[in-house]
């Protein structure tokens, strides 16, 4: 009897050290591959070291000599070694797979490799010295935008060796974040760069607009944020201009702002003021825009402008046509007469008139053609984005009595059945207009006109018209683009003017993505891993424990 009974306990004993065993081994590797996939050591998976810890004790106490024998070398029975190699070969698995996962490795296996940076996008980033983020607010009702984005921004982390990192936050819930990065709408995305400690230097955001081709959005943010800083320009606001902070429909609010997120400084000056006081417009002013004027510049001012253009300064000239008594660019103005001796451009009084080409009225000019060999011209294609200008003013320009050192050029121009209106008392008085042989100017005319003092590096860019960037022709009021040839012209003007092309060169793939044929979104991706690497292996384990025990009953 008493043998029987000492069988009995050894047995028991035997039972408890293999499930002290299986307990402690299974613990400590899921604890380790939950510590790896939450990235933080939380309450579980502390408890389940814990727990590991606990079954490793109970093996050792009670069967203290399998447990030394197992670390000594020693043999150990079958059954204990087969299933702790099962529970580690589970563990090794899941790491490798988690490693993989968020190494983010990515292979382009598309024909057009629609899914690999273009060279100019990889000649940006080997520019790249400090590190930036991207930031997207996605709820989850955008976690399919958030899946096609992401496809692309893991590129850039990818090509830059994490010098580019990505950060997706839900504005649902994290609301007060979302306010003080100023998200607008779901799926909004931001450019940042990151201080030292990791963290976002908000000072540094700017907004990505977004498009309907990624590549090209997200790499000229990255080199407009590269250059941030290294460019002003100067609204003047002392002649009665267009309000830059004006958020009406008639102020310019919308490509004020445009210029602060292209990373161009964007100030404003009072030209009258600084000639008054005998100074100068300031030296950092890489373009001074004069956005529809209400006067005619003085001497003093003239003279104040001269100076920064000899400079190299550069000027945005846009002019209206004004019923007043000193209209800006008069035809006999002072100024006038300075553009066109100095520079070889100047605004001519005649509103042009194009029966042939335009929206309401023949007032309405759309632009018929372009010099595409202008650099602001060049994504100008009147069959697609077309400028659309009113009451606009016919512009002058000499291609061959300037200086020699002066060279000028057209960009935008009418269609042959377009003409001049000079007779502005009675279209001012009346809104009539009809064309009079020998007294009006015969079309083609020149609406947008460039010169570049080739000495001195000074650039104009005279248009004749002061309305087409207001807020009301750039976009409505949900933010939709109404002219889309209007902002171009703008922004391209003011990037030939400051040279900005210089600093971003590029033509990143123009086409648009969207999802794989196979989508599984992140949840998806855990569930599948957890089943095939954990959860199957588990369950033939558990059934291979439950066979061996029954049969050691036996």
């Known amino acids: 009897m008493k043998r029987t009974a000492s069988a009995s306990i050894v047995i028991r004993r035997r039972t408890l050290g293999m499930l002290g065993n299986i307990l402690g081994v299974a613990g400590v590797v899921v604890g380790v591959i939950g510590l790896i996939w939450t990235g933080a050591p939380g309450n ?28 000594s070398g020693r043999q150990v029975r079958f ?12 563990g090794i698995v899941a790491l490798v797979y988690l490693q993989l996962l968020r190494a983010a490795w990515t292979f382009d296996a598309t024909q ?5 940076l273009s060279p100019e996008t990889e000649r940006v980033l080997s520019r790249l010295s400090s590190p930036m983020r991207i930031i997207g607010f996605y709820s989850s009702r955008a976690l399919t935008t958030r899946e096609i984005d992401d496809q692309f921004f893991r590129l850039y982390e990818t090509a830059t060796n994490g010098l580019i990192s990505r950060e997706y936050i839900d504005p649902d819930e994290q609301p007060a974040i979302a306010r003080r990065y100023g998200v607008q709408y779901d799926g909004q995305v931001f450019l940042a760069n990151v201080r030292d400690d990791g963290t976002v230097d908000l000072a540094t955001l700017a907004r990505v607009p977004r498009g309907d081709a990624q590549e090209r959005d997200i790499t000229e ?20 201009e267009r309000g830059p902070l004006d958020t009406t429909q008639e102020g310019i609010s919308a490509v004020f702002a445009g210029v602060q997120e292209s990373g161009i400084n964007a100030r404003t000056l009072d030209l009258a003021q600084i000639a008054a006081q005998g100074g100068d417009i300031p030296p ?28 190299g300064g550069a000027l945005l000239l846009l002019t209206d046509v004004l019923f007043s008594e000193q209209p800006f660019l008069s035809e006999s103005g002072a100024f006038n007469q300075f553009l066109l001796e100095n520079y ?3 605004a001519l009084d005649a509103v042009v008139v194009d029966p042939g080409l335009s929206a309401q ?51 935008i121009f009418t269609t042959d059945q377009a003409y001049g209106e000079t007779n502005l008392t009675l279209l001012g008085e009346t809104n009539t207009f009809q064309y009079d042989e020998g007294v009006d100017l015969p079309g083609p005319l020149t609406t947008v006109a460039w010169s570049t003092n080739v000495q001195t590096g000074a650039k104009l860019v005279l248009i004749g018209d002061g309305d087409f960037v207001a807020n009301g022709r750039i976009v409505t009021t949900d933010g939709a683009v109404t002219v889309p040839g209007n902002g171009i012209l703008f922004t391209d003007s003011v990037v030939w003017l400051t040279e900005l092309s210089e600093e971003i060169d ?49």
């Open 506 to 554: 590029f033509q990143p793939q123009l086409y648009g993505q969207a999802l794989p044929l196979i989508f599984v979104s992140q949840q998806q991706m855990d569930l599948i891993a957890f089943i095939t690497i954990i959860f199957m292996p588990t369950a033939v384990l558990l059934i291979g424990i439950g066979v061996w025990m029954r049969r050691s009953r036996r």
């Open 112 to 116: 057009a490799t629609r899914y690999t």
């Open 44 to 71: 579980t998976v502390i408890a389940t070291f814990a727990f590991g810890i606990g079954g490793i004790l109970l093996w050792a106490v009670a069967t203290p000599q399998e447990f030394t024998g197992f670390f």
């Open 79 to 90: 059954g204990t070694m087969a299933i702790v190699s099962t529970i580690l070969l589970i």
């Open 221 to 240: 943010a990255i080199a407009r944020q590269m250059i941030a800083g290294r460019l002003t320009i100067y609204f003047d606001i002392g002649l009665g």
């Open 361 to 411: 009225t023949p007032l309405d000019v759309i632009s018929a053609y372009v010099f595409a060999e202008s650099d602001i011209a060049a994504r100008l294609d009147p069959a697609v984005s077309p400028t659309l200008f009113s009451v606009a003013r016919a512009v002058d320009v000499k291609l061959s009595e300037t200086p020699s050192n002066i060279a000028t050029g057209r960009v």
């Open 344 to 346: 070889g451009i100047g």
């Open 284 to 311: 950092d002013a890489s373009a001074v825009l004069f956005v529809r004027p209400l006067r005619d510049l003085t001497e003093s001012e003239i003279q104040t402008v001269a100076r920064y253009l000899d400079a």
